[in-house]
Nanobody, 127 residues
Framework: VQLQAFGGGLVQPGGYLRLSCVGSGFTVDNYAIGWFRQAPGKEREGVSCISSNGDVIYYSDSVRGRFTISRDNAKNTMYLQMNNLKPDDTAVYSC?????????????????????WGQGTQVTVSS
């Protein structure tokens, strides 16, 4: 059972990237999924979550209006479209699935539900 993030890279401020989170060893369509990021010297931050069927979505205040989360259960893949990137978005981005609580994207406290994270991908926003 594994989730792995892909798609990071170096981008200039104002640029965009699309990250993918691919599940292996299990079917993701039964789980809410969360995207997280961690910058050097900072705590892990919950960026966005999406419910199992995609009808509930949350964004952190720092990315709302710039990032869009989506999922394609047929491909066992979730996405994070990141537009208008800023230097403060620089971090390792990773994804995780609800460990079975049913509250993986239930309310604004959703990040505390998640307990483990897959291999992340580095996003660097710099000129």
């Amino acid at each position: 059972v594994q989730l792995q993030a892909f798609g990071g890279g170096l981008v200039q401020p104002g640029g965009y990237l699309r990250l993918s989170c691919v599940g292996s060893g299990f079917t993701v369509d039964n789980y809410a999924i969360g995207w997280f990021r961690q910058a050097p010297g900072k705590e892990r931050e919950g960026v966005s979550c999406i419910s199992s069927n995609g009808d509930v979505i949350y964004y952190s205040d720092s990315v709302r209006g710039r990032f869009t989360i989506s999922r394609d259960n047929a491909k066992n893949t979730m996405y994070l479209q990141m537009n208008n990137l800023k230097p403060d978005d620089t971090a390792v981005y990773s994804c995780s699935h609800d460990p079975g609580t049913g509250k993986g994207c239930y309310d604004k406290e959703w990040p505390v539900v998640y307990k483990s994270w897959g291999q992340g991908t580095q996003v660097t926003v710099s000129s």
